[in-house]
């Protein structure tokens, strides 16, 4: 079906849409709410391009005031968002099998500075310092599709601090400054809460975020299955190779991730195939070790400022595994990304499908 046929099935009445719309929605108490949700939705599905407020409500009504009123819905309407959410992930849960929960973080660059939360920071994608507004976003990760059904929006001290641009942007007075960290364990903690099946790993990049180790503590006490892309700087202790494996003993020496996952297991290395752009394979090499994290055990709850108490979860001797690439074709030298998981027992052939690509 073409992007014009798709519009003329919806602007002539689509059930689907329709049902769908109710499902999200159906809690708002006032008409014209759920009235103007379904022009969002159905702007969003046939609006080609940027898709602005304004350009949303053209492609759906000519109604010179269409844009005012779906502005006003968006973001001065009085509604929790909250039951629309939890709608989403229960209706994508009943259609598919979820694999994974994945973090993703988001970069929305910005022109001027009237933009909620919006700041410089540096943007690894673009390679340089950008204004822009910066998230994570949660994604249900399916067979091949990734559905997103949660996200949090980084509001920095400057923001949070000035009553004038709280008062000029809408900020709610709940609002307050959360690191990266704890927006990543409060997304993990509130899927989980929501959810109907059974819980699934929690995939992510923490990579670039400066508490690595305080987050790898806080999953694992929620009790959250885990398999996440750390900083290769992160300080390990190898662990299950020495003494036996007994947990009890003492760690090996400490070294930085990114050393032990391209030195650890050289013995027995994993082999992955990837498929290059040009249609040509990569191999990798995957070498893994056990390891524990310092100041992953301990602490975490005060590093992150996360709401709420910390549940059970690993004792001070927790092992994860670690492992990352060592590319061995032609020009490619070096590693790539560096993975950590608490799943310490799975076999690599389960765990090496899970990371992001």
């Known amino acids: 079906m073409t992007a014009q046929t798709r519009t003329r099935a919806l602007v002539s009445g689509d059930t689907d849409l329709d049902e769908f719309t109710e499902r999200l929605f159906g809690h708002l108490p006032r008409t014209d709410q759920r009235r103007w949700a379904r022009v969002y939705l159905q702007g969003l599905l046939t609006t080609p391009g940027k898709k602005s407020v304004r350009r949303l409500a053209a492609s759906v009504t000519a109604s010179p005031t269409a844009s005012q009123s779906l502005q006003q819905f968006i973001n001065a309407s009085p509604w929790d968002w909250e039951p629309a959410r939890a709608e989403l992930l229960r209706w994508a849960e009943e259609r598919h099998t979820v694999r994974a929960w994945t973090i993703g973080q988001v970069c929305f660059p910005k022109r001027g500075e009237h933009s909620v939360g919006v700041h410089r920071r540096f943007d690894p994608a673009a390679g340089r310092m950008v204004n822009c507004q910066f998230g994570f976003g949660l994604f249900l990760s399916l067979d091949g599709v990734s559905v997103p059904v949660d996200w949090r929006l980084v509001l920095p001290e400057t923001w949070t601090a000035d009553p004038v641009l709280r008062r000029r942007a809408r900020i709610s007075p709940e609002a307050v400054h959360q690191s990266p960290e704890s927006l990543v364990v409060e997304l993990a903690d509130g899927v989980a809460a929501r959810t109907s099946a059974a819980r699934v790993p ?64 050289t013995s027995h290395p994993y082999t992955a195939l990837l498929t290059r752009p040009d249609a040509s394979p990569q191999r990798l090499r995957i070498h893994s070790a056990l390891v524990r994290v310092p100041g992953g055990e301990t602490g975490a709850a005060g590093a992150l400022g996360a709401p709420g108490a910390p549940g059970p979860g690993p004792g001070p001797h927790q092992t994860y595994r670690l492992f990352g690439e060592r590319r061995t074709g032609p020009g490619q030298r070096g590693g790539g990304p560096v993975w950590l998981t608490n799943m310490s027992r799975h076999r690599m052939d389960d765990l090496w499908p899970h990371r992001l690509g």
Do not use: K, Q, W
């Not at 995939?203 to 305080?214: F, N």
């Not at 700087?233 to 007994?246: P, Q, Y």
């Open 202 to 265: 929690v995939v992510a990049d923490i990579s670039r975020l400066g508490s690595a180790a305080a987050v790898i503590g806080m999953l694992g006490r929620r009790g959250h299955d885990f398999l996440v892309s750390v900083p290769p700087t992160l300080v390990v202790r190898a662990a299950g190779t020495v003494h036996g494996g007994d947990p009890s003993r003492p760690p090996g020496r400490a070294c930085t991730a990114g050393d032990l996952a391209r030195l650890g297991n």
